[in-house]
């Protein structure tokens, strides 16, 4: 497994500004990835994130409002970028251990007013 | 592209009882399985696996998992529930190493 911390672990932000997630993992990995889970919705993925190149994208999420970096291999960020209300979720990265299971990290707590 | 529904959005069930939370999904190739819980104001943790080998698999805090390839499902057991068992649960399938997600099965247990 991995032990995977992110920072803030809440905000509460104005819209029109951005708020940048940090995520830290205790080993290095290759794969990264990021979260959306939308109040009282399940998990979708926004973006995955490998180190050394850009990261990729799901359908619906785009660079500018959600770039990412990748610095090396035990830590990402996300930001949040120009934020509306319709932002407000818990963001969460998790990491790829093995070839096969993902795990997450506590997750950042984003309210938008 | 691979889906995953979960059949109930809720269960409320009585504390010692036990509680089946059912998950199918859609895919026609090998496919991993997991089942995670959120405990409230919580990330995710790993409850148990599928990746190959037996359809028969355990977890931890009592739960376990059948794959029933022709049924194309996943259900989540535990035979004696307690109140602490109180969370969100997601079943999910993974596709070229990432997670697709069903909706959720809220837990809740009455004493």
């Known amino acids: 497994s991995a032990v995977i911390s992110q920072k803030p672990s809440r905000d509460i932000c104005q819209r029109g500004t951005s708020l940048t997630i940090q995520c830290q993992v205790d080993?290095?990995?290759?794969?990264m990835f990021w979260y959306r889970q939308q109040p009282g919705q399940s998990l979708t993925l926004i973006a995955t994130a490998n180190q050394g190149s850009e990261a990729t994208y799901e359908s619906g999420f785009v660079i500018d409002k959600f770039p990412i970096s990748r610095p090396n291999l035990t830590f990402s960020t996300l930001t949040v970028s120009n934020m509306s209300p319709e932002d407000s979720s818990i963001y969460l990265c998790s990491v790829l251990a093995g070839a096969d299971t993902q795990y997450f990290g506590p997750g950042t707590r984003l309210t938008v007013l | 592209a691979q889906s995953v529904t979960q059949l109930d959005s809720q269960v409320p069930v009585f504390e010692e009882a036990p509680v089946e939370l059912r998950c199918n999904y859609s895919s026609s190739v090998s496919v991993y399985l997991f089942w995670y819980v959120q405990y409230p104001n919580q990330g995710l943790q790993l409850l148990l696996k599928?990746?190959?080998?037996?359809?028969l698999v355990k977890g931890i805090n009592g739960f376990e998992a059948e794959f029933n390839k022709s049924q194309t499902s996943f259900h989540l057991r535990k035979p004696s529930v307690h109140i602490s068992d109180t969370a969100e649960y997601f079943c999910a399938v993974s596709e070229a190493q990432k997670l697709v997600f069903g909706q959720g099965t809220r837990l809740t247990i009455n004493p």
């Open positions: 080993s290095q990995v290759t794969m």
């Open positions: 599928y990746l190959s080998g037996s359809t």
